[in-house]
């Protein structure tokens, strides 16, 4: 098992940033793939951003160019840098691991933009 503790969320207004953060522990293999995903209310989860071990990235179209991964591999965390933040962002934030063929979900973190 693979235990995801996120933080860093919280209430910002336009424009304004965040930076979240999630920590795994546990069984962790060496190759795997962490990130975020989000979901609004009434709506679906999506994918924000992933990032692998071997540095791979993926971002959702509309985060691009806002929105950072990056982690740190001897701490087992993953960061989610979010600048230029919009409304439209709003949403729960889920930290995501991957590994042999499990996925594992964070507890998530509100992330709410709004004036």
């Known amino acids: 098992q693979v235990q995801l503790v996120e933080s860093g969320g919280g209430l910002v207004q336009p424009g304004g940033s965040l930076r979240l953060s999630c920590a795994a522990s546990?069984?962790?293999?060496?190759?795997?793939?962490m990130g975020w995903y989000r979901q609004a209310q009434g709506k679906e989860r999506d994918l924000v951003t992933t990032?692998?071990?071997?540095?791979?990235?993926n971002y959702a179209d509309s985060v691009k160019g806002r929105f950072t991964i990056s982690r740190d591999d001897a701490k087992n965390t993953v960061y989610l840098q979010m600048n230029s933040l919009k409304p439209e962002d709003t949403a729960v934030y889920y930290c995501y691991f991957w590994s042999d063929f499990r996925t594992f979900w964070g507890q998530g973190t509100q992330v709410t933009v709004s004036s």
């Open positions: 546990g069984s962790i293999f060496s190759m795997n793939v």
């Open positions: 990032m692998s071990t071997g540095g791979m990235t």
